[in-house]
């Protein structure tokens, strides 16, 4: 069975601060995805980045990057210079081959003006 | 791009009767859609499959009598809830992925969500 853990079920920051969202997965699969999604308080899902296992180098998308340790089956989201803008719910979510997606508890972020 | 619409965003209806929610990918096609069910502060869980032309996957649990879903164009997904009760009140979510059912490279785009509650 696949699974998806995020352990912090909330966290809160100042204001352009780096924060850093923890996740742990299994999966027997080689071949998987991850992914990072955003629901802010109006619950629209918004992706804010994915990795493809096949890949070492870790994501980035301007604020946002991952690190991807495979061996541990780890997947953090680190957000620098935070906004406010960001406070919201981060699910990480897997996803293997053509299937369904997978996502952990989910992680309240604040962040504090 | 990649934006998926769903209406209605809220409804509210007597226990007993049917409610249909629809899911549309706008710019792009869709062969494979989604449903999800979320529960105040908790997290997605996925209800069923659909895919363009044949039968939902429904999920271990979910009574595919209840949550009757069709797929009959690669941009319209429907879920219908039927005989609703206070106990399906909740927030149903769907999303859309582009591209052919077999690949495993394309990203699901979610809907904005339904708000439903049964009186």
């Known amino acids: 069975a696949q699974t998806v853990t995020q352990s912090q079920p909330e966290m809160s920051v100042q204001e352009a601060e780096t924060v850093t969202l923890s996740c742990t997965y299994d999966?027997?699969?080689?071949?998987?995805?991850l992914f990072w999604y955003k629901q802010p308080p109006s619950r629209q899902m918004i992706l804010v980045i994915r990795q493809e296992a096949y890949k070492q180098q870790n994501a980035t998308e301007n604020r946002f990057s991952v690190n991807f340790q495979k061996a541990a089956k780890s997947f953090s989201l680190k957000i620098s210079d935070s906004q406010l803008g960001d406070t919201a719910m981060y699910f990480c979510a897997l996803r293997w081959g053509a299937q369904k997606l997978v996502f952990g508890q989910g992680t309240r972020l604040t962040i504090n003006p | 791009g990649a934006v998926v619409s769903q209406h209605p965003s809220w409804v509210i209806c007597k226990s007993g009767t049917s409610v249909k929610i629809e899911c549309r990918s706008l710019?792009?096609?869709?062969?494979?859609m989604f449903w999800y069910r979320q529960f105040p502060k908790q997290s997605l869980m996925l209800m069923a499959t659909s895919n363009e032309g044949s039968k939902a996957t429904y999920e271990q649990g979910v009574e595919k009598d209840k949550f009757l879903i069709n797929h009959a164009s690669l941009t319209l997904s429907t879920l219908t809830v039927t005989s609703a009760h206070p106990e399906d009140s909740s927030f149903y979510i769907c999303s859309a992925r582009p591209g052919l059912a077999t690949s495993s490279t394309d990203t699901q785009y979610f809907g904005p969500g339904t708000r439903l509650t049964v009186l």
């Open positions: 710019d792009f096609q869709a062969t494979t």
């Open positions: 999966t027997s699969e080689n071949n998987y995805y």
